[in-house]
């Protein structure tokens, strides 16, 4: 049958039920095309998935097609397949090209097929439904209870070469057996400097070059071999934190993007719409040293770490008083692993407008102190510009 895969964010041949099923049929062709979302990406995030698709050509030994517009305007200009196979995905742009391709599948007579495999715990799996989702993570947690996480047993190709997946793959093996830092991902996670004090797995589970339940499978691994501590279970209470963003983000849908977000302001403070401030904080030139090393880092590298990015966005809300969405969008712009459902949803959970039950006012000077005590990491940044 001929075949067409629509890629999105799961460039990956490991744990991608989708790609399966396109590898078992006698014709296809692999399509990359841009998205109202990608348009807005950094530079260093556009690299890493322009090295995703490069690597998972070598791994499948297939040409990918790339798009430079939608897919929908090459399905108007093409014979049209007859089945299209994709990855669901949460945020609102995302499904809504979901639906367009939909549309245009039933006017034209085209089949297709849609995966739920971009969360650990599928959402056909949650023991609710997504309209009655708990709010609050914690209750969004024990509602799920002993979940279940289904993972395919084909298991496509365990080459290793340059970008993509194959570097991911590389670093899940560093993170977890060479180095065994997951162990103490616990004590080390806040850390700002070293490599392995998180497991940096992001920009690639932005991408989906690595599944959620390919980093469990791993730990459930890790945890028969070398045993299970607070460390391991930390990981994992850290993806169902995803899970949670990505549903939040499919059930409010466009009010994740807004500033007035979910529900009113339980702690209300002013706002001021200041852009020369705003273009302080940008720039890391806002005179607090804590947030200015992490702002240098991101403009250098597109990395911040998750200490940084609570500092920064607690400054900017409450210290600087400036709209939290013009710190979301600046971040959008900027993250190597930007993610629509995750970074949004971590804005809006820490500007009050979310499900956070707090108020996540950051005391600046002492978080450095904790996190930065003999002023290592900022002296760093601030040195580099
Ligand atoms: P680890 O600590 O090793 O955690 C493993 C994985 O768990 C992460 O890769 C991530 O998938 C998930 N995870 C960890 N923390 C969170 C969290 N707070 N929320 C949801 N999932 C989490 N993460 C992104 O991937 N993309 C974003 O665009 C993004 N924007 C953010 C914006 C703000 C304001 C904040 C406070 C957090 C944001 N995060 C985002 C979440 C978090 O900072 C990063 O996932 C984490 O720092 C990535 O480093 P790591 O892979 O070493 O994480």
Redesign the pocket.
């Known amino acids: 049958m001929k075949t067409l895969y629509w890629l999105r964010s799961d460039l990956r041949t490991l744990e991608n039920q989708a790609l399966e099923v396109f590898l078992k049929q006698s014709q296809g062709e692999l399509v990359y095309a841009e998205t109202k979302s990608s348009w807005g990406w950094s530079i260093p995030k556009r690299k890493l998935r322009d090295g995703a698709l490069l690597d998972l050509e070598v791994r499948l030994k297939k040409k990918i097609i790339r798009l430079e517009t939608t897919l929908i305007d090459y399905l108007k200009s093409t014979p049209a397949p007859e089945l299209i196979l994709w990855t669901k995905e949460s945020a609102l742009w995302e499904r809504q090209e979901e639906e367009e391709v939909k549309k245009w599948c039933q006017t034209a007579g085209v089949k297709f097929e849609e995966f739920d495999q971009h969360t650990l715990v599928a959402e056909a799996d949650l023991p609710f439904a997504l309209e009655s989702m708990p709010f609050v993570f914690t209750d969004f947690k024990n509602k799920l209870g002993k979940f279940s996480v289904h993972t395919s047993s084909e298991v496509i190709s365990d080459e290793f070469s340059a970008g993509g997946e194959s570097e991911a793959l590389k670093r899940l093996r560093t993170y977890f057996w060479e180095t065994k830092a997951v162990s103490h ?1 616990k004590e080390t ?1 806040n850390g700002m400097i070293e490599l392995n ?7 690639w ?2 991408l989906g070059c690595l599944s ?1 339940r390919s ?1 469990y499978q791993e730990l459930l691994r890790f945890e028969a071999e070398l045993g299970r501590n607070p460390s391991t279970e930390h ?1 994992v209470y ?2 169902l ?2 899970d ?2 990505k549903f939040f983000s499919k059930k409010y849908s466009a009010q994740i993007f807004i500033e007035s977000g979910v529900r009113p302001l339980v702690f209300p403070r002013e706002t001021i719409r200041d852009h020369a401030l705003f273009m302080k904080w940008c720039e890391g030139k806002t005179g607090e040293d804590f947030v200015d090393a992490n702002m240098r880092e991101l403009n250098l590298t597109g990395w ?3 200490r940084g ?2 500092n ?2 607690s400054f900017l809300m409450h210290d600087l008083k400036l709209p939290w969405t013009w ?2 969008r600046y ?2 712009e900027k ?1 190597i ?4 459902d ?6 809006l ?2 500007s009050g407008y979310g499900s956070d039950p707090r108020s996540r006012k950051f005391n600046i000077k002492s978080q450095a102190e904790t996190y930065d005590p003999a002023g290592e990491y900022r002296r760093k940044w601030l040195d580099k510009v």
């Open positions: 991902y996670r004090d998180s497991s940096k797995l992001s920009p589970l932005a959620p980093i990981l850290e993806l934190w995803r949670y963003f911040m770490s998750n990015r609570q920064v966005a710190g979301a971040f959008e993250l692993d930007y993610d629509p995750l970074n949004w949803g971590n804005w959970y820490f």
